[in-house]
């Protein structure tokens, strides 16, 4: 009787799709300021409306998309182009096995689906539930990612049909709002971390800026970031066990 109703209390517990999408309200307003950022830089590198769109759509990642427009303004190669995107979204495999635990016991076609719509700000969500001791399952996970998604994709067209009033987005500092963005995840993290984990991830972030620093004397500055990025994050993996 009590393995039953220990079971029922399981399963009532479990986060929900409406769950997931009360959760990423609080960075919507990241979501729409960047993309509609995005809209308007894509439409000053003389990219239309549809193919704006079409970008948010299948591109999905808002740093990968402001490089690709500032590389097709510079008339780049499709290789370069395709190259430098896959070495900026590399990260996403980082946060994808970081978050694979949670969801062994699904298969591998919804783990799919989970990880292809997994972003930084989404990542940083479902890392602050865990850190407060709560659970995370496919169903919430989706919750996150699909609101995100669709207001991301209607936020950069809306910034495309805008981008006409404002030819130079770079006077208003709307390159610099996915940075900012950045931040302000990290500061959230911070605040609901533990006091020994924070030492850790404060070491971490030292070890990684020294690396980036030192690597990027050696080689391009994007290729430095990976390479110190991927150390930081093995570091990371065998101090917290």
């Known amino acids: 009787m009590n393995v039953q109703l220990n079971s029922i209390y399981k399963e009532e517990v479990r986060p929900s799709f ?5 959760d990423c309200v609080p960075t919507l307003i990241g979501y729409i300021s960047i993309a509609i950022a995005m809209g308007i830089v894509g439409a000053s590198s003389n990219l239309t409306v549809l193919e704006v769109g079409l970008l948010a759509l299948f591109v999905y990642a808002g740093s ?13 190669p499709i290789s370069v182009i395709i190259f430098t995107t896959f070495i900026v979204n590399i990260r996403h495999f980082l946060l994808s096995m970081t978050l694979a635990p949670q969801f062994t016991s699904y298969s591998l076609l919804k783990n799919i689906g989970i990880g292809s719509l997994l972003t930084d700000e989404s990542f940083g969500v479902a890392v602050n539930k865990l850190a407060r001791k709560e659970t995370i399952n496919d169903t919430w996970m989706n919750g996150l990612n699909l ?27 709307l390159d610099f709002s996915l940075t900012a963005m950045f931040v302000a995840l990290l500061v959230s993290l911070f605040q ?4 020994k984990k924070l030492k850790l991830y404060l070491f971490l972030i030292i070890i990684v800026t020294a690396l980036m620093i ?23 993996v065998v101090k917290d066990k």
């Open 214 to 236: 030192g690597l990027s004397m050696f080689m391009p500055t994007y290729i430095a970031i990976i390479i110190a990025t991927v150390i930081g994050a093995t570091i990371g």
């Open 147 to 173: 609101t995100a998604y669709s207001v991301w994709v209607v936020s950069c067209v809306v910034g495309a049909l805008l981008g006409k009033w404002i030819p130079n987005p770079e006077a208003f500092g």
């Open 18 to 22: 409406l769950e997931g999408v009360k």
């Open 64 to 76: 990968a998309q402001f490089i690709i427009c500032a590389l097709l303004a510079a008339g780049s």
């Open 192 to 195: 609901t971390i533990e006091h």
